[in-house]
């Protein structure tokens, strides 16, 4: 039996209660499956798109790409995020270069290097030159007024962005559910913590050879955590977990006291949360300092995503402890990235048609149903 024989493989269940079947191999192994993720997962959903504390004055941007489209995220002149397709109206032309959220540009227009068409912050073509002749020769010249072309017409096509506290999402669809429905009680819980009193600190990027949905199945689960990240597992009580799983969104909640109060909390030494919020994101706080991580699983192509890691303190210069939460969380890292890539390496043979997900394996199991649901729209 090969993961390509349709007829011996079977649907996720619906009832994450119960023992299932888990995706068909050949949804993590097939590069059609992978096209078709870009418009059915990414382009249908939010997602997220960087920390609004790195973009505070008007002006300041960062670009994001999702699947085939990047994105400028952008403040504008009434302090607002917007976002727009990184693409002049005028020709098609990529506009800005690539540009990190921790390194972000700042512009008071946007410019399109081709034939100089420029756009306001809130993507309003302004101006165009008198003639691309005259534009040709003088690479610069001032902005003129728009010579027959109609701004309204011509403006970049704007994104949907919303947010989570200090967390910004976008949406490529156009008209999508809110962020709220989505988010569920995610979006509250979040909100009543003081996300945004933090500062990105560092940023660590990692490639890593396997599909991008084998780590975030991995990530989902603590099954595996007894065996490979013994050094963590020290300080936390497995048996003390909680599990949470909602439509969108499920988290991990790990404690050793039991005197812990029942609310959520960035910094408690005793505490430790990991949020995974569909489809490619997630919070992470390991209790070991007053801060937190984040975490984009961003796809490149079926056998390779980059895992985006940002990190957020009081104050950017980290502190000792600070500098252990980043080791620490590191560290959970790499263990994770050698097991998701032996998985890989057995996937990825074709000698596996389905593999199997037992009745306590629920956050997997909502990851598959959800990935699966999406395929079936």
Known sequence: ?????????????????????????????????????????????????????????????????????????????????????????????????????????????????????????????????????????????????????????????????????????????????????????????????????????????????????????????CDHCQANHQDWIKGISLNESELEVNDYHWVLHYTHAEDVEDEMRIHDEHEAQFHYFWPNFTVNMYGTADGYGTYIIDPIDTDRFQLIADYYFRDSELSEEEREFVRTSRQLQEEDFELVERQWEGLKTGALAQAQLGPNEHTVHKFHQLAQDAYDS
């Open 1 to 221: 039996m090969t993961q390509w024989d349709e007829s011996q493989t079977q649907v996720v269940s619906s009832d994450i209660t119960e023992k299932s079947n888990a995706l068909p191999a050949k949804y993590f192994t097939d590069p059609e499956i992978f096209e078709r993720e870009k418009e059915e997962v990414f382009g249908q959903y939010w997602v997220y798109a960087g920390h609004v504390n790195c973009i505070p004055e008007a002006g300041q941007y960062f670009t994001r790409t999702i699947g085939d489209r990047q994105l400028i995220i952008v403040r504008g002149h009434d302090g607002d995020i917007k976002a727009f397709d990184n693409v002049c109206a005028h020709r098609g032309s990529k506009m800005v270069e690539d540009t990190p959220m921790t390194d972000p540009g700042d512009a008071k227009r946007i410019k399109c290097p081709y034939h100089l068409w420029t756009y306001d912050l809130e993507g309003e073509l302004k101006s165009t030159p008198k003639s691309f002749d005259e534009a040709g020769l003088n690479p610069d010249l001032e902005d003129e007024e728009v010579q027959e072309f109609d701004a309204e017409e011509n403006a970049l096509n704007d994104v949907h962005v919303d947010s989570i506290g200090p967390l910004l999402f976008v949406n490529l669809r156009d008209d999508p559910m809110p962020l709220a429905e989505q988010a569920g009680v995610m979006k509250d819980r979040l909100e009543a913590l003081p996300l945004g009193e933090y500062e990105h600190a560092t940023r660590i990027v990692s490639e890593v050879e396997c599909n991008w949905k084998v780590f975030a199945s991995n990530y989902s689960e």
